[in-house]
């Protein structure tokens, strides 16, 4: 057996996925991880992983603290400079970094057509990683996460502290959705896998996906089994809900036109609803699933509406401003 993935970089390790993949990564036992922050945050790290404070706008700073790296993992904020990933792809090809994950942990990317609104950052950020010739690239295909998406009845039409729920169509679109628990076994399982394999192929290596996506996936729901999940936890019935309907295009074109307009406040129903027709969501009926293949545990669904339904009563997504 050829040699494995042990020295990981992560940028946005105390974020909302990152934690849940620093938790993973640790969790083996098996990696050195390096912590890249910027030098002026006051984020704090478990003790067992080591801190590089960077200046991103000093492109030695990133590149020094990425030596020695097998792996870059990056997992910045939707509030981050734009051209954040470019400096820190930039800065791991300087490094001689081998693998790079980008910010590509979330819905099904490489279908630009349903994601003309966001679909070339992430596909800029591949093809640079390409162009430079260094690094290779994998991306993590995981639908929306799906606390994150249940506790804000914006997104998938389930408001669970007003108890009411918009079916788009007729709520039966299916589509892959994962937990952030999910998401960082992921990670932590691909990148455990050997690079190669001597002496014979396998599928089940790390560079068998080279530049392409790892398809993982929590559950296979549409709407109407969600909210049948969210009528369990809450222990409600349906004449306690206000049911809706509305059609899922006319709801996306509605919000594209808001968003064009300025109204940046309909960027996520533009993302959601474009997942809720013509299968957009639904990317295992394309791809099939990398689940099997990394060993991913199956999970329960009203549990992970639990945690959904904790998030909304926190007030989660307040720090969005929404």
């Known amino acids: 057996m050829n040699a ?31 912590a890249i922050s910027r030098h002026d945050s006051r984020a704090e790290f478990p003790s067992d ?9 000093n492109e030695k700073s990133i590149v020094d603290a990425l030596q020695g790296q097998d792996t870059l993992i990056i997992t910045t904020s939707v509030f981050a400079p734009k051209d954040t990933s470019a400096k820190l792809i930039r800065a791991a090809a300087a490094a001689g970094v081998s693998w790079v994950l980008p910010n590509e942990l979330g819905m099904y990317n490489t279908d630009e057509a349903a994601n003309d609104t966001i679909g070339p950052t992430k596909k800029d950020d591949r093809e640079l990683i390409e ?18 998406s249940l506790s804000n009845g914006e997104l998938y039409g389930i408001d669970i502290e007003k108890r009411e729920v918009t079916f788009f169509d007729n709520g039966m679109q299916r589509l892959n959705t994962s937990t952030w628990s999910q998401v960082g076994r992921a990670v932590a399982a691909l990148l455990s896998l050997p690079v190669d394999l001597d002496d014979q192929p396998s599928d089940v290596t790390l560079s068998a996906y080279r530049n392409h996506m790892v398809y993982v996936s929590s559950f296979t729901v549409n709407q109407r089994e969600i909210f049948e999940s969210v009528k369990r936890v809450t222990s409600t019935t349906d004449e306690q809900w206000k049911i809706d309907r509305e059609p899922a295009k006319e709801r996306f074109e509605e919000a594209r036109e808001r968003m064009r307009g300025g109204d940046r406040r309909a960027f996520a129903r533009v993302l959601y609803t474009r997942y809720f027709f013509d299968d957009a969501g639904l990317f295992e009926k394309l791809h099939g699933l ?15 509406t639990k945690r959904a339904m904790q998030l909304a009563q926190n007030g989660y997504w307040a720090k969005y401003g929404l």
């Open 4 to 34: 494995s993935i042990k020295n990981i970089a992560i940028v946005g390790g105390t974020g909302t996925i990152g934690t849940y993949i620093m938790q993973a990564l640790l969790a083996r036992n098996r990696f050195t991880i390096t």
């Open 49 to 57: 992983i080591q801190v590089m404070r960077v200046d991103y706008d």
């Open 131 to 148: 162009s430079l010739g260094v690094s290779s690239w994998i991306g993590i295909s995981c639908g929306f996460w799906y606390e994150h």
């Open 290 to 304: 990398d689940s099997e293949k990394l060993e991913l545990p199956k999970e329960d669904l009203d549990e992970a």
